[in-house]
């Protein structure tokens, strides 16, 4: 009670702080007893000598003003803390000053790995941003002739790539290196690299832009899918499962919702808002390799791999969203796995990139019939993930090649354009720009991004 009394007794920074009564420091019996005042002190022999200040340098957990030189020390749970200490405290905390504010942030900024550049369109071309406003229907496809731009970031080969319809100047790509980066395609910088995404402890295999903001989703071999605010260059969601991620795509109608597919042939969709999956798709199936919204995105088409089993009647599959029910898994039945789907931009179409050498068309109203009498031939698909992608107005088939050519096919007639020498390895993706008709964006086994006009 008296050790109590005695902490409390003390509030003035003026008085000198009292020490134990002395039947506490007195190991002597004989000691005389402590006189009975309202603030009792030692006597002199008792009294031990304090420093008012802390030796040079301050403890940890205190802060130093640099324009003061002064150390003071910050209050510890527990201890009280005395007016003067609280007012200089308050004065610290309510008047940085604005060298320490810009030094803040300068080391906020040199400290975030993935913002490498601008992303800002002021170094876009004018004939860009009319083509933006006046597209209309005056957007009539042209063929690219040579490579304009080339992007080299990536150490191992790409595996996608994707133009943002937002911004149509930034353009993302993913890699087995791990990396999921963002191109300023027509930046006057000598650095196109503005974004780079390291977040992935894995091959990267798909990457897509969300059509709402600035957001990026990828997935890959680490299990997770991740979303990206491309803008402030954070990671800002993890979507973890228990199988490799082959694909991820976010829902046309709905940008809260996106599909995701694995390796043990399990689909999810995915709502970002409560991070959680609110329909699972399950049946006996491949490693799923890629998948596509039909029906305004009350139906989807999945593709998986059939490679090692004797049935093929599963490797395309038309699947209804809300019952989480197949509609027909008969849609193509030759032994031969499709890496890529895409659904024609405005008729009822969707083809199958084949293993078999060729690309396949379907409808996409039941009984999601075959055509038998068309299809598109010339390129190389055996041995690699070669995709493929409808021009926006939908009259052009571009895919990609194991011969490392871009092949460009009329969709009506399905009789080949234009085939392009692009790289010496196999050109893995290839892509339109939603705005400009005589640009397309490719991807290299040997990790190179290349923009052809």
Not at 137 to 159: D, F, N, Q, V, Y
Request: hydrophobic share 30%.
């Amino acid at each position: 009670m008296d050790l109590i009394c005695n902490s409390y007794a003390n509030d003035s920074d003026d008085e000198p702080e009292p020490v134990a009564n002395e039947r506490l420091t007195s190991g002597t019996a004989g000691a005389a007893p402590s006189i009975h005042l309202k603030r009792p002190y030692p006597f002199p022999e008792q009294r031990q000598y304090k420093p008012s200040r802390r030796p040079y340098p301050p403890p940890h957990g205190s802060y130093s003003d640099p324009q003061t030189s002064s150390s003071v020390t910050l209050p510890v749970p527990g201890r009280y803390v005395s007016k003067r200490e609280r007012s200089l405290l308050a004065s610290i905390s309510t008047n940085p000053s604005k060298d320490q504010g810009s030094d803040l942030s300068q080391k906020l900024t040199s400290s975030s790995p993935t913002v490498l550049g601008s992303i800002s369109d002021s170094d876009v071309p004018r004939h860009v941003l009319s083509s933006v406003t006046h597209r209309g229907s005056s957007w009539r496809t042209e063929m690219p002739s040579t490579m304009s731009i080339s992007l080299t970031g990536h150490t191992k080969a790409g595996t996608a790539i994707d133009w943002s319809t937002t911004h149509v100047h930034l353009l993302a790509s993913a890699g087995l290196d791990g990396a999921v980066y963002v191109w300023n395609v027509w930046s006057n910088d000598t650095k196109k690299k503005v974004r780079g995404f390291l977040h992935h402890n894995a091959p990267v295999k798909d990457v897509k832009w969300s059509k709402q903001g600035l957001s990026l989703l990828s997935c890959g071999y680490d299990c997770t899918s991740r979303l990206f605010d491309v803008e402030r260059g954070v990671e800002t969601q993890a979507f973890k499962e228990d199988q490799v991620i082959g694909v991820a795509k976010f829902h046309p109608d709905n940008f809260n919702l996106f599909l995701s597919g694995g390796s043990k042939g399990s689909l999810r969709l995915w709502d970002i808002r409560a991070n959680k999956v609110v329909h699972e798709y399950i049946r006996d199936l491949g490693a799923i390799l890629d998948v596509e919204f039909i029906a305004g995105g009350k139906r989807f088409i999945s593709s998986s791999d059939v490679s090692g089993r004797n049935i093929s009647e599963n490797a395309v599959i038309v699947w209804d969203i809300s019952r989480e029910v197949p509609l027909s898994n008969q849609v193509y039945v030759e032994a031969y796995t499709c890496p890529c789907i895409k659904r024609h931009p405005q008729d009822p179409v969707f083809i199958a990139q084949s293993h078999g050498n060729y690309t396949a068309i379907f409808s996409t109203n039941p009984p999601f019939k075959l055509n038998k009498y068309k299809r598109f031939e010339g390129h190389w698909v055996a041995g690699f993930p070669i995709r493929c992608n409808f021009s926006p107005d939908g009259e052009t088939l571009v895919s990609g090649s194991s011969d490392g050519s871009i092949y460009m096919y009329n969709y009506k007639s399905t009789e080949l354009i234009k085939k392009l020498k692009a790289y010496e390895q196999p050109c893995v993706d290839v892509t339109y720009h939603p705005v400009l008709p005589n640009v397309v964006a490719a991807c290299s086994w040997n990790g190179q991004v290349s923009v052809f006009e």
